[in-house]
């Protein structure tokens, strides 16, 4: 039995992805912050008799203290994981800095990603063909600003997002640098546009925009098929991204190595003196 941790796994994406392997026989952890739907998701495994193989657990992922909790809860309750699916992602339209000192859309959007697929690489390490799947549109145009990654200067919703996918292109660079000869193959994936539940606080001029975008974007059932085609044959090279089923060559400006080990370095510095234990990376 295969082991898949999904975060961002109660909606959209994330739980199209969890009910297929479930539905397959798979072990399957969901993560996301809302309570409810984190029970409505047992329940439902519950009356389909897959109650012993379902898992939630609930984290604010925006905040550095409960992304390590659930790391070291993943740790201790499971021997490995084959499949991390990184989904999880928040809008906002005006800045918010957490209890904890962070931009929200940085830490949410790119630190957590970062924590998890550094952290976990040991019960990756452990399965016989392991996968990151993380969900963040590679690719983009977003800028990098070297000088304030927090937007703390000039903020804007869509700049932070943009930005965030580019962060996550360069960590999928740097982790597959890290690790020559690693077992472990690291997908950036674009899923296109799709009429997922839009996680976000918005104007209502955004919201007029994305009722829009609804009638146009595809179906997430529709969606979900190329990422499940990954998981299910992950490709032979260290490092990979797709843009739904057309691969994309990681190569270039947007995923420049140099580029990559500077955030990296950038990345452990931010996260110097929080209590988080990511040795396996």
Not at 161 to 187: E, F, H, I, S
């Amino acid at each position: 039995m295969k082991t898949y941790v999904i975060t961002g796994g109660t909606d959209g994406i994330g739980a199209a992805v969890a009910r297929t392997y479930l539905e397959r026989g798979q072990e399957v952890v969901v993560v996301g912050r809302d309570a409810e739907k984190g029970e409505a998701w047992l329940e439902a495994a519950r009356r389909h008799d897959a109650a012993s193989r379902t898992h939630f657990l609930r984290a604010d992922l925006s905040l550095l203290s409960e992304t390590g909790a659930l790391l070291d809860t993943l740790r201790s309750s499971f021997a490995k994981v084959d499949a991390l699916v990184l989904c999880a992602r928040h809008f906002r339209t005006t800045r918010l800095v957490t209890a904890e000192g962070f931009e929200n859309t940085f830490a949410h959007f790119y630190l957590s990603r970062f924590v998890l697929s550094h952290g976990l690489t040991g019960l990756l390490d452990s399965a016989d063909a392991p996968v990151i799947v993380n969900v963040a549109g590679p690719g983009g145009a977003g800028k990098i600003h070297w000088d304030d990654l927090q937007l703390a200067r000039e903020y804007d919703g869509h700049t932070a997002l943009t930005q965030g996918g580019r962060l996550n292109d360069l960590l999928g660079v740097a982790y597959a640098d890290r690790r020559p000869g690693t077992k472990v193959r690291y997908v950036l994936f674009h899923p296109g546009t799709v009429n997922t539940g839009f996680s976000g606080e918005y104007t209502p001029e955004t919201l007029a925009r994305i009722a829009d975008v609804r009638r146009t974007a595809q179906p997430v059932e529709e969606a979900v098929l190329p990422i499940i085609r990954v998981l299910d044959s992950p490709p032979d090279t260290a490092l990979s991204a797709f843009v739904r089923d057309t691969p994309l060559l990681p190569q270039g400006p947007g995923f420049s190595v140099e580029q990559a080990r500077r955030l990296h370095l950038r990345t452990e510095g931010v996260l110097a003196g929080h209590a988080l234990d990511t040795r396996s990376s």
